[in-house]
């Protein structure tokens, strides 16, 4: 009994000293407040420019075989040759190097690293959703494709109202894992400057030479996240499922 | 029924793989205002590519195709305007199974013909009905029997007000005993006077619905003929081996 309450204490004076203390608590939130921008702005421009890329990629396969040769044949040829080195290069290197070429290379002068780890996740991410989205519309059968265009319907329109809704139910589960990975890989913003949640956590270690506390900290806050996300999106797709059934 | 070729094709031909395949090899045909023609014919015989080339979703390697006066084939030409007036059915129905009934056979007219939602949904109503489906309106297709997902097929298409309604072996994925309410609307709607190009398998609804038989193998028209002409006397050898094998 004697053993819990020192435990106990222990624990309480761990606590004050890691959180409490000089208000470091701050260092937490101000690293969950950069953590979720981080992921949110980067998962928007993530799903714009992965549907474009999906949307270019998967439109040249089904089509350029059948496009008259011309001017506009040659320039959605390089449009995709484009679209391919842009998947090979950001899928065949990892995200933090990408992330400090970024910062320390092609925004060397620019000191807004929060902007810079941004645009680095998001094209980052970009890539993954690309293929993602690409391989929803691929799965959808030839024959709705074809429904649509016998009714009159020219490709663009096709893909919006025929295409990308069955697609985008048929590739939720793969872009909210997508979404979950990107969370937890922003962890690693802290290489360049961005005091995100992890640092936050590093930080408070460094400082308290108490590293219990801090890390598991971090660690049951990027869990509670991940669960609930996890939870909101299977709303999401007992939502749409019902529509079909 | 008119004399004027409402279709017309000349010398149509596809070849895949730079002409190692010919699924259509010199296909010249017509097809008049109000006639029912169906196409016969082995399997690989090119009737599919034949009956799809003529809305382009087949892009033909040569030879033109003219509708209604106007060569569809013209580079420049914008098919999608002139697909509207041909409605298609396919063999595996291809309804939209995220949209309803009632949506799957409204969303054309009202974003292409620009009608309103009433108007749309009325005509739709109208023909639900003509077919016994008005009830399942707001059902989605994976509710439906692979006849009524027919049935709806071919509704979805006449909501556009075609010309003319291509068949494509609109039977052939369905169970034996939901074959009879498909021809059953396509025999109606041939009576009623529609121009209907139709590849099937059901030679008894050619010899009573057809006003022309037309028998392709390796993808040219061997034989044509009224459907006495073609099957009580068919003159080609190997139209007389098929009609053995299939009768």
Redesign the interface.
């Known amino acids: 009994m004697e053993a819990l309450t020192a435990w106990l204490s222990d624990l309480k004076a761990d606590f004050i000293l890691n959180f409490v203390a000089e208000e470091r608590w701050k260092f937490i939130t101000t690293g969950l407040k950069n953590t979720l921008v981080i992921t949110f702005a980067s998962l928007i421009l993530g799903v714009l420019l992965g549907v474009i890329v999906a949307i270019v990629r998967s439109s040249y396969d089904k089509t350029h075989h059948?496009m008259?040769k011309g001017a506009k044949k040659s320039l959605f040829a390089v449009l995709n040759g484009i679209c391919k080195i842009y998947l090979t290069v950001i899928r065949g290197t990892p995200v933090v190097v990408q992330l400090m070429i970024m910062y320390y290379i092609i925004f060397a002068t620019s000191r807004n690293s929060l902007m810079v780890a941004i645009l680095a996740f998001g094209i980052n991410s970009g890539a993954y959703v690309a293929e993602i989205v690409r391989s929803g519309i691929m799965s959808i059968?030839e024959?709705?494709f074809?429904?649509?265009?016998?009714?009159?319907?020219?490709y663009k329109?096709t893909m919006l109202?025929?295409i990308i809704?069955?697609a985008f139910?048929n590739v939720l589960p793969a872009l909210a894992n997508e979404f979950i990975v990107l969370l937890k890989e922003t962890s690693v913003a802290g290489y360049v400057t961005i005091r995100d949640l992890t640092m936050g956590g590093n930080i408070i270690r460094a400082a308290t030479y108490s590293p219990f506390m801090p890390l598991i900290a971090v660690a049951v806050i990027y869990l509670v996240m991940v669960m609930f996300f996890t939870w909101l999106v299977g709303m999401l797709e007992r939502g749409l499922r019902k529509?079909?059934? | 029924m008119s004399d004027k070729y409402l279709i017309e094709t000349k010398d149509l031909c596809k070849y895949y793989n730079g002409g190692a395949i010919k699924a259509l090899d010199g296909v010249t045909a017509g097809i008049k205002k109000g006639e029912v023609v169906v196409i016969i014919g082995p399997s690989g015989s090119g009737k599919s590519t034949f009956l799809r080339s003529l809305?382009l979703?087949e892009?033909p390697t040569a030879g033109t195709i003219t509708l209604d006066d106007v060569e569809i084939t013209a580079?420049k030409v914008n098919i999608?305007?002139h697909?509207?007036k041909?409605?298609?059915v396919?063999q595996?129905f291809?309804?939209?199974?995220?949209m309803t009934i009632l949506k799957n056979m409204t969303?054309?007219p009202m974003?292409?013909l620009k009608k309103s939602k009433a108007e749309a949904e009325k005509t739709a109503m109208e023909l639900l009905k003509r077919v016994g489906l008005e009830d399942r309106a707001e059902a989605?297709p994976?509710?439906l029997s692979g006849g009524q997902k027919q049935r709806v097929a071919i509704v979805?298409?006449l909501c556009?007000n075609p010309d003319v309604m291509l068949f494509d072996e609109p039977t052939s994925a369905l169970d034996p005993e939901m074959v009879g309410e498909v021809l059953a609307v396509m025999k109606q709607l041939a009576e009623e006077g529609m121009t209907m190009v139709v590849v099937t398998h059901e030679m008894g609804f050619a010899k009573e619905v057809a006003d022309r038989v037309v028998f392709m193998d390796s993808g040219t028209i061997v034989e044509e003929g009224t459907p006495e002409e073609i099957f009580e006397n068919p003159k080609n050898e190997r139209t007389q081996s098929f009609l053995r094998k299939v009768l």
Do not use: C, T
């Not at chain 2, 291809?94 to 995220?98: D, G, I, Q, S, T």
């Open positions: 059948e008259r059968d024959g709705q074809e429904a649509g265009r016998s009714l009159g319907f020219d329109r109202y025929v809704p069955q139910k529509s079909e059934r | 809305n979703l892009m580079p999608n305007l697909r509207q041909m409605g298609m396919f595996h291809n309804l939209f199974p995220h969303i054309a974003k292409l989605y994976s509710q979805r298409a556009m």
